[in-house]
């Protein structure tokens, strides 16, 4: 053999392909423990939306659109727990106000998400994350204590441009706090409360546009379309008193014509405002208005950190009184279905199978009681808080409280 044929030989070989490498033994045993595929994901995924598991789904959707196979893998019960806890704290599993469908200036105070603060430079409103498209609701609006004069003054910025006679009204409501007299004038704390479609400005008070309906806290008036009514038989409400807003929605027949008219009411510690007419026994009258079919959310608007707390329910300080014969009202609690328990949880994974492979599924059975328990004790604990909260407002004001401390919860 000549020397060129033996250097194009060696060349050639030296050319060869070189051998795939073998896979990492960690990697392949991580796919093998946990790896799923897209259509299980998503199927998993879907299961979890329609069953208020927000962790488990932003987890495993994440999964279903993943191309990666180091994300395509089944959560972690860590993961889990971390994302359903962050899930459980922003959007509790019960009636509270919408961190999403709230104004930015505004603050929701406590964990449970019922308290609002805020709007010092205008009003601003916060909405309920359920709403009543058909029936008779009912919520409650507890006025806490404002901020005093000089505390609002304070928080004020430097820079702020106030007309003469709101300065005027400053330094008058400000001597009536030394004087510790009585606020003389408007300066301070004020709330709006009734009800909201979503098109509602959050950037306004409740009445401001036609897609609300308000009760202003000087005087009882009400206004819509920014348009007020002082006459119509409101009462002026203010720190320690319960407002309650009333919405009737009466369903349609099956030829899709009313059975009967949509109203909105209020009520002052129980009692409701307007002017009731009583006809041979028969209570009619104190609707405030009369507003269009639609899906109407709890809504309450403060302004210069007056505060707010709203009860959906079940219980009240005041239950309603003086109804017209046939008018029953609902909590706006029934308006959001309270999670499943941890045994219905796991049996409806394990009926809907998202994962064909049996050890896939009992993994998801797993991530699912993780789940369904903190949701379940989430919810534990708000009832049990809501009854504490509604025995402590009826013994200030002197009223039963029977009943309540046989409630299962409780």
Request: glycine fraction near 8%; aromatic fraction near 8%; charge should be neutral.
């Amino acid at each position: 053999t000549s020397v060129k044929d033996e250097t194009v030989a060696s060349t050639r070989q030296t050319k060869k392909r070189p051998r795939s490498p073998m896979p990492d033994e960690s990697s392949s045993a991580t796919a093998k423990q946990g790896a799923i595929n897209p259509a299980s994901a998503a199927a998993a995924a879907q299961l979890s939306a329609s069953m208020g598991w927000n962790g488990l789904y932003s987890l495993l959707s994440a999964s279903a659109i993943s191309t990666t196979s180091t994300t395509n893998v089944m959560p972690t019960s860590e993961q889990v727990e971390q994302a359903a806890t962050k899930s459980v704290q922003e959007c509790p599993p019960f009636v509270h106000l919408s961190k999403t469908d709230s104004a930015p200036q505004l603050k929701i105070l406590d964990d449970r998400r019922l308290t609002i603060k805020g709007g010092m430079r205008g009003y601003r409103m916060s909405r309920a994350t359920h709403g009543v498209s058909s029936g008779n609701y009912y919520y409650e609006a507890i006025i806490l204590e404002p901020p005093s004069v000089s505390e609002i003054v304070e928080s004020l910025p430097s820079n702020v441009r106030m007309g003469k006679k709101l300065q005027d009204q400053i330094q008058q409501a400000l001597l009536d706090e030394k004087e510790g007299q009585e606020n003389s004038t408007q300066f301070g704390g004020h709330a709006r409360l009734g009800w909201s479609m979503r098109t509602g400005d959050l950037q306004a008070p409740v009445g401001y546009d036609k897609w609300s309906f308000g009760l202003r806290d000087i005087g009882g008036s009400k206004i819509h379309c920014s348009k007020r009514d002082d006459k119509w038989g409101g009462e002026a409400f203010g720190p320690g008193d319960v407002v309650g807003c009333a919405i009737s929605l009466p369903p349609k027949d099956e030829d899709g014509n009313p059975t009967g008219v949509n109203t909105i009411k209020f009520f002052k510690n129980g009692t409701p405002m307007g002017d009731i007419v009583v006809t041979k026994g028969r209570k009619e009258g104190g609707e405030a208005f009369h507003p269009p079919d639609g899906v109407y959310y709890p809504a309450v608007s403060t302004y210069m950190g007056a505060g707010v707390k709203i009860n959906p329910g079940p219980y009240f300080v005041y239950p309603p009184r003086k109804q017209k014969t046939g008018y029953k009202l609902q909590p706006v609690s029934n308006l959001c279905k309270p999670p499943v328990a941890i045994e219905e949880a796991i049996a409806k994974a394990q009926k809907e199978k998202p994962f064909r492979k049996s050890d896939m599924l009992q993994k998801f059975q797993e991530l699912v009681e993780i789940e369904a328990k903190l949701l379940h004790d989430a919810y534990q604990k708000h009832r049990r808080k809501h009854i504490e909260e509604i025995i402590e407002e009826r013994e200030k004001r002197s009223l039963s409280i029977s009943g309540l401390e046989e409630d299962e919860f409780y």
